[in-house]
């Protein structure tokens, strides 16, 4: 059964209050980064020193990091580690192709929750030779991260093709790789369609939600919608990630320093 960690649900409950009474230091519940604007790809320091105390000193209790693929990027894992440490939940958000070569250098902290994305609808695509495909890389990582201690999350994505059998059999995985937590949304840029295949999209995403099982994760994925519609767009070459998992160079990493 998935639980909604109680800190959480806390800092979350606190923030809303915060907006509700229009308090100055009152902050967004989640605060979106996309890691592209802060760590180069090709290197472990950082972009942008100022977004990164801009995240830190920012009181929204939950940073989502998502964007263009998080683990394409070496410094990935001292910056999820800046933000835990200054009492932020990090959900860190990736297609999970390179997750099982590069857990080892994150720390399973109760605030971080690893975010493998998966899509409703989605060519479900197993390999054909001596590659993996992206979802068997994507499962290997999540084992691998469960086997650690880390927390799961799965972000399921729905679009306007969805059909409710296509969520039962990607729920039965889902649970059976025992994730702790869900978070379904509907496809970014789908809502800007017209009005009535919008409401059919919305009507699918709440029928989604609750298969979910959990009151507390239906909630927080309608408390992350908004922002996860107005994510940066990120579309790369098909194969693109497994290309890099293939390819990509071990790299030490320099802890990120904020002045």
Do not use: Y
């Not at 296509?166 to 994730?179: G, I, K, R, W, Y």
Request: hydrophobic share 40%; glycine share 6%.
């Amino acid at each position: 059964m998935m639980r909604f960690p109680l800190r959480l649900t806390a800092d979350l409950a606190l923030a809303r209050l915060a907006q509700k009474l229009r308090l100055a230091q009152a902050a967004r519940p989640v605060q979106f980064v996309d890691a592209a604007e802060i760590l180069h790809p090709d290197s472990s320091h950082p972009v942008s020193h100022e977004k990164i105390r801009d995240i830190i000193g920012s009181r929204s209790p939950v940073v989502w990091i998502g964007g263009s693929e998080p683990l394409h990027h070496p410094g990935i894992a001292h910056l999820v580690r800046a933000i835990t440490q200054n009492g932020h939940f990090v959900f860190l958000e990736t297609d999970g192709t390179l997750l099982r070569r590069r857990i080892h250098e994150f720390q399973p902290v109760s605030r971080l929750f690893l975010t493998v994305r998966l899509e409703f609808g989605a060519p479900r695509r197993t390999s054909s030779g001596i590659r993996p495909s992206a979802s068997e890389l994507a499962v290997e990582g999540i084992r691998a991260a469960r086997l650690s201690g880390f927390s799961i999350c799965v972000h399921v994505r729905v679009t306007p093709e969805t059909e409710m059998s296509d969520a039962a059999e990607l729920f039965q995985p889902a649970h059976s790789l025992e994730v702790d937590g869900c978070v379904i949304s509907p496809a970014r840029g789908e809502s800007d369609s017209a009005l009535a295949a919008a409401q059919n999209l919305s009507q699918k995403t709440a029928e989604a939600r609750k298969r979910i099982g959990s009151f507390w994760w239906e909630s927080f994925s309608q408390l992350v919608e908004p922002m996860l519609q107005g994510e940066p767009r990120s579309v790369p070459a098909d194969g693109a990630s497994a290309v890099h998992a293939e390819h990509e160079a071990s790299a030490d990493e320099e802890g990120i320093k904020v002045a």
